[in-house]
């Protein structure tokens, strides 16, 4: 069956500006979680959400924002972008959300977001 | 919630060595799951343990889960230049996040 999918792969914005990323799940995985990655902070995990609630959210400020749809495809924004939010930023992908037992996450390509 | 510590941080191993990394809590865990992600890669799951003094082999890796479940190891024989990456481990923390570890990250000599 098809794997994570992230898009676009690759990302250049302007400080300031908005961006909006995108995955789509294991077809009938419900859990999504989104993770940002710099060389300096590891995987640090921004968001969870299953059957379209937010489960759980990491310490990011507000500016970034998620939401999952009906497909359980999701997408998370990113406003008023500063450099430091240059990173790779993954998804992942659960059959259960996390804590529920078995939930092995399944990561996506991810996104590599440059802010200039 | 709590946080995993990974140690070393950095692993440099000299092609058919042995080497393990650590994962520490200082919280009991439900369970912990390895990853390993290749350079330029994402993270790819690798094994997920779940019961006090668990241990799990793939081929070269044995993962080990500590009998009061605040730990784990990795333990990898004769290195190869596959091995390359980072490994994390990850444990869901008790808010229901999947937390990772901050990693180590294997370099291998031929």
């Known amino acids: 069956k098809a794997g994570v999918t992230q898009t676009p792969r690759y990302l250049i914005k302007t400080r300031g500006q908005q961006v909006t990323l995108s995955c789509s799940p294991i077809?009938?995985?419900?859990?999504v979680s989104w993770y940002q990655q710099t060389p300096g902070q590891g995987l640090q995990f921004l968001f969870e959400?299953?059957?379209?609630?937010?489960?759980n959210k990491g310490n990011f400020p507000g500016r970034f924002s998620g939401r999952q749809f009906s497909n359980s495809r999701s997408e998370m924004n990113v406003s008023t972008l500063e450099l430091g939010d240059s990173a790779l930023y993954l998804c992942?992908?659960?059959?259960?959300?996390?804590?529920?037992?078995?939930?092995?996450?399944?990561f996506g390509q991810g996104t590599r977001l440059t802010v200039v | 919630g709590q946080q995993v510590m990974q140690i070393p941080q950095y692993q440099h191993v000299q092609e058919g060595e042995d080497f393990t990394t650590y994962c520490n809590s200082s919280?009991?865990?439900?369970?912990i799951q390895w990853y390993k992600q290749r350079p330029g890669g994402h993270p790819v799951f690798l094994i997920q343990?779940?019961?006090?003094?668990e241990v799990k082999k793939q081929k070269r890796l044995t993962f080990q889960f500590g009998e009061a479940k605040k730990n784990s190891s990795l333990h990898i024989t004769a290195t190869q230049t596959t091995d390359v990456g980072t490994y994390f481990c990850?444990?869901?923390?008790?808010?229901?996040?999947?937390?990772f570890g901050a990693g180590t990250q294997v370099v291998v000599t031929p």
């Open positions: 343990l779940v019961k006090s003094g």
């Open positions: 990850a444990a869901t923390d008790s808010w229901g996040k999947l937390q």
């Open positions: 919280t009991t865990l439900s369970n």
């Open positions: 077809s009938g995985h419900r859990s």
């Open positions: 992942a992908s659960s059959l259960h959300y996390a804590g529920a037992g078995n939930t092995e996450a399944f």
């Open positions: 959400y299953f059957s379209e609630t937010q489960r």
